[in-house]
């Protein structure tokens, strides 16, 4: 094999992997929290939080204000300035095995233009080890009364 065909080789094996996109994962236990910050280098007016892709049916939350809450989810949003970077702040409360999933935070610039700025991440939730050991020691305590004769 020449060089030239091995540089080749390399260039389309660069921009193959260059073209996939690693998504982040996040782990929670079930019945804890789990918050993830999106970065931004660009601020926006509409902010979303979804489950998969930001379409009819998977919007947890859609506001145009800086804090907004639906239930066990939340979103919170701190505009960056100059070199700092604007983060969109999500959380999913009292975390169930079915919060597992991709999600999604997205900012739309204005509401005329159709720009959206996505970031994605993995979440994975774990058996509660915490809440599965409290409930063996509950459900096999033993309660011992002692009395004072008076």
Request: hydrophobic letters at 35%; aromatic letters at 10%; one cysteine or more.
């Amino acid at each position: 094999m020449l060089w030239w065909d091995l540089r080749e080789q390399c260039t389309n094996e660069y921009l193959q992997a260059s073209t996939e996109l690693i998504i982040p994962i996040r782990t929670g236990m079930e019945g804890g929290t789990i918050t993830v910050g999106c970065s931004f280098t660009l601020s926006g007016s509409r902010k979303l939080f979804c489950k998969e892709k930001c379409e009819k049916g998977n919007i947890l939350i859609e506001t145009t204000d800086d804090s907004a809450q639906s239930g066990r989810y939340s979103i919170k949003y701190i505009e960056g300035f100059f070199l700092i970077h604007t983060v969109v702040y999500v959380s999913i409360t009292e975390l169930e095995k079915s919060d597992s999933g991709r999600y999604r935070c997205s900012l739309d610039r204005t509401p005329s233009d159709h720009l959206s700025l996505n970031w994605d991440f993995e979440v994975v939730v774990t058996e509660g080890e915490f809440l599965q050991k409290v409930t063996k020691t509950f459900m096999s305590l033993r309660i011992i009364c002692v009395f004072s004769l008076s």
